[in-house]
């Protein structure tokens, strides 16, 4: 409820519609209410007293107000349609944006499939309340209100029927709507496993197909599937099976209306035109109440999304939050880890453990270990993707958490083990690294990336066309791709995670060549599992178990650092060429 009322604040521009709209129900509604005292006077003051004249006179009435409740309805629909989708248009715009800003730690706790529902289901289902709220919230509360008064005045003698009435279709509405909420949670839940799982399939497809694990995933996909048709079937079942209580309940009113007008009560004979008139309301009053009820069962549906929708809007993104900022200028590259400690988790065990080096403006520092000892871990606290919990890290001297987040970033070029690349020409995908690129720099940053070759023979050059993906790349392709957008930046930082791995020897080689002579002030971090992609690192980290086990160039390692010999003497004996 309360995601609801801070989700309301989106509705403000669009005020004069969410207005309007419901003004222009309420004149629907009271033409509706007219009709039947307009009919029970036709039938009692005209045709029983033969006055043809006067029964004229108010099917031109009644007509009026037909038309005059047409227009009404009809506006309301425009502008509570308005209202609705615009307001959908801009949560899901913030929720990108949102979606965007948010850390890595934000985003593993969140997940990708979670996040797909909420940007099309949820808001979906926020929009679809808004609607009918602003169209038949309105118009049933408002007719089921106006029909009690109504037949208290008209028809005082049917009264009790509906005291007796009334309060059995509320309590079955309150009890119905109830439990439909928390399946629609489920619901909701449901499509988040369903498109985690979709994603997840869709992505590793050509792993699927490598493994023939085709029957695998079906009956996993199936599984889900089938878990969500059973939480919407039963969320609907509890929705359906209220409708036919209420009319259960609308028709023994009906009998025991037709009943007083049979047997008269005490000295009262109720006229035809009551009795006609009562029947009328009291089926505006079952229209009423189950218009009113499918509302109430999509605001119950809408309640957990709004609470979805509200916890990505407000999720807190401990690395964005402003600190007292002290540096906005071009970082140089001077960098120092100190006591860095780091855990993905805030009870689990640390991934990085008390970590201290330096390294100077332009120097290369390799990164070495054995798998899962944390080197991706060590370079992605660089652009601060996440946060240490102990410790602290110095660019140029100023704490990391001091400098301005996107300047930090524009900084560094950062080259993961697993290349991403957008839909689009390559040239915008170069442009990603630096905005302004020309020509002319794209070429520099083509050849330096040992990617101009293939590009050069590529149909229409820079403007080739990459897929979802980049499927139409090979692997090595749209590695030294991605290493050209980092370098296009000319970055003080550039990160490559074991990078090189994909692409050939004698192409690694001429990457780590122009990194040399090109990138002098820019300080180099290469993570790799070959010593020879660092052997002239002037400084090398070798981890352990999280543990900064080594520190030192090649020579000094070969020296001091057992694990460094050991990884040594292991490529050497298996013939992993050590260039000199
Ligand atoms: N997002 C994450 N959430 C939780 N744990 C993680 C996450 N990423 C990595 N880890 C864990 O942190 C540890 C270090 O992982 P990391 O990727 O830094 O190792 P690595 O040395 O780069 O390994 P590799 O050489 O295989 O790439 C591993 O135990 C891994 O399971």
Redesign the pocket.
Do not use: A, M, N
């Given at each position: 409820m309360k995601s609801v009322q801070k989700l309301l604040r989106y509705t403000t521009p669009y005020k004069l519609f969410v207005i309007l709209a419901p003004i222009l129900m309420a004149l629907e509604v009271a033409m509706d209410l007219l009709q039947p005292v307009i009919m029970q006077k036709m039938i009692d003051n005209g045709i029983a007293n033969d006055d043809m004249s006067y029964v004229i006179q108010m099917g031109i009435f009644m007509l009026l107000a037909a038309v005059i409740g047409l227009v009404g309805g009809a506006s309301c629909t425009i502008y509570s349609t308005k209202a609705a989708v615009n307001v959908a248009t801009d949560l899901r715009r913030d929720v990108f944006k949102r979606a965007l800003h948010f850390s890595?730690e934000n985003r593993?706790a969140v997940g990708t499939g979670k996040l797909i529902t909420i940007l099309t289901s949820d808001i979906a289902v926020l929009q679809n309340a808004l609607m009918m709220t602003l169209r038949v919230f309105v118009r049933g509360p408002l007719l089921f209100i106006g029909s009690i008064f109504i037949v208290f005045f008209q028809a005082r003698e049917l009264f009790p029927i509906l005291l007796v009435s009334i309060p059995i279709l509320v309590c079955f509405i309150v009890i119905c709507s109830k439990k439909a909420g928390q399946w629609f949670k489920k619901v909701q839940e449901g499509l988040d496993q369903l498109n985690t799982k979709l994603q997840e399939s869709i992505a590793g497809i050509r792993v699927i197909k490598a493994f023939v694990r085709k029957d695998y995933e079906i009956s996993l996909f199936k599984k889900v599937n089938d878990s969500l048709t059973r939480k919407t079937i039963t969320a609907d079942q509890v929705i359906t099976v209220l409708m036919p209580i209420l009319l259960f309940v609308i028709n023994c009113g009906i009998i025991v209306a037709l009943l007083f007008g049979v047997i008269p009560v005490g000295e009262t004979i109720i006229q035809v035109g009551v009795i006609l008139a009562f029947i009328n309301y009291l089926n505006i009053i079952l229209m009423s109440l189950m218009s009113s009820s499918t509302v109430l069962m999509q605001l119950m549906r809408a309640f957990p999304s709004a609470d979805r929708v509200q916890h990505i809007l407000e999720v807190e993104n401990k690395i964005e939050r402003v600190e007292d900022i002290e540096s906005v200028t071009r970082i140089q590259g001077d960098v120092e880890f100190r006591n860095v400690s780091f855990s993905?988790?805030n009870d689990g065990e640390d991934?990085l453990k008390n970590i201290s080096f330096s390294a100077k403006k332009g120097e290369k520092i390799g990164i070495i270990?054995p798998?899962?000892?944390?080197?991706?871990?060590?370079i992605k606290l660089l652009p601060r993707l996440y946060q240490p919990q102990k410790g602290d890290i110095l660019l140029d001297g100023i704490s990391i958490s001091k400098h301005h987040l996107d300047n930090l970033r524009s900084s560094i070029g950062f080259i993961s083990?697993k290349p991403i690349l957008f839909s689009g020409s390559i040239s915008s995908n170069l442009k990603f690294g630096k905005e302004s690129a020309t020509e002319e720099d794209f070429i520099i940053a083509a050849k330096q990336a040992a990617a101009f070759e293939f590009i050069e023979k590529l149909e229409h050059q820079f403007d080739y066309h990459l897929t979802q993906g980049a499927t139409n790349l090979s692997g090595g392709q749209k590695q030294r791709l991605s290493i050209a957008r980092a370098l296009i930046r000319r970055p003080s930082f550039l990160i490559l995670d074991?990078v090189t791995s994909a692409v050939d020897a004698g192409s690694e080689q001429a990457i780590l060549h122009s990194l040399k002579s090109d990138f002098t002030d820019t300080t180099l971090f290469v993570?790799a599992?070959k010593i020879s992609s660092i052997i002239d690192a002037d400084k090398i980290l070798v981890?352990d178990d999280g543990q900064l086990v080594g520190v030192g160039t090649h020579q000094q390692l070969l020296e001091t650092c057992e694990l460094y010999q050991e990884i040594y003497y292991t490529q050497t004996d298996k013939g992993g060429v050590v260039v000199e």
């Open positions: 890595s593993d993905y988790t991934v270990g798998t899962g000892s944390g080197k991706t871990t060590l083990q074991d993570v599992s981890l």
